[in-house]
C-alpha cells in the first residue's frame, strides 16, 4: 500500500488548522488516515513554537517504510533537520503567459506610436509669425466694418428725413407766403398768379410789377384829357 504524509484540513471558514497525518494516497484529503504525527496552525505567528508541532521519530519511521511526503509536509521535515529538500527548480514558472505577452506587446506598440508622434511634432517647422500678424488685423477690420454700416445707417435716414422735410415745402406755408407778399390793392387775378409762381419755384417778389404799370397809366390818362381840353379851348 502507498502512503504518504500529508496534510488534512480542519476548523472554520476563514480559520483553518491542518493535522499532519500517515494515510492511504488513495484516501481523500480529509477522509480516514493511518496516524496523526503532528499539527500545523496558520494563523499562529512564524516564530512561535506551538505553530508547527511534528513528531520526529514516527515521521522517520515512516520515512523508512516508504511514505512519501507532500511539498508542505517536506518543508517542515526540512526545517526539523529530519530530511533534506531537494531544491526545485522550475525556468517557466516566471515566464508570463500569452495574454500577458499580448499586453505587454501592446503596450510597447502604443508607447512606439506615442515617441513617433512627438519626434515629427518636433521635427515639424515652426508656423510664421508674420502671417500670424497679417492675419489679426485683417480680421479686425473685417470685424470693424459692420460697426461703421451700423453708425453710419442711422445718421443716413436722419438726413433724408430732414431733406425731405426742408425740400417740399407744405401747401400752407406756400399760402402764408404769398399772402405776406401780396399788397393790398392787387386783384384776385394777381393773387392766384403769384401763388403758382411760388409753387413753380419762381420769383414772388416780381407780382407787384403790374398793378404799378396800371397805377401809372392811370396818373398819364388825366394828364392827357387835361392837354386836350386847354387845346380846344
Known sequence: MATSIRLSRGGSKKRPYYKIVVADSR???????????????????????????????????????????????????????????????????????EKAKERAEEKAQKLADAEEAAAAAAAAPAPEPEAVEEAAPAEEAAAEAPVAEEAAAPEAAESDATGSVKSEPTAEAVADAVADETPADATADDAAAMAEQAAEGGPAEEAPAAPAAEEAAAEEAPAEEAGEEKAEG
Open 27 to 97: 484516501s481523500p484529503r480529509d477522509g480516514r488516515f493511518i496516524e496523526r504525527i503532528g499539527s500545523y496552525n496558520p494563523l499562529l505567528a512564524k516564530d512561535n513554537p506551538e505553530r508547527i508541532k511534528l513528531d520526529g521519530e514516527r515521521a522517520a519511521h515512516w520515512l523508512s517504510v516508504g511514505a512519501q511526503p507532500s511539498d508542505r509536509v517536506a518543508r517542515f521535515l526540512d526545517a526539523a533537520g529530519i530530511k533534506e529538500r531537494a531544491a526545485r527548480n522550475n525556468p517557466n514558472k516566471a515566464v508570463p503567459g
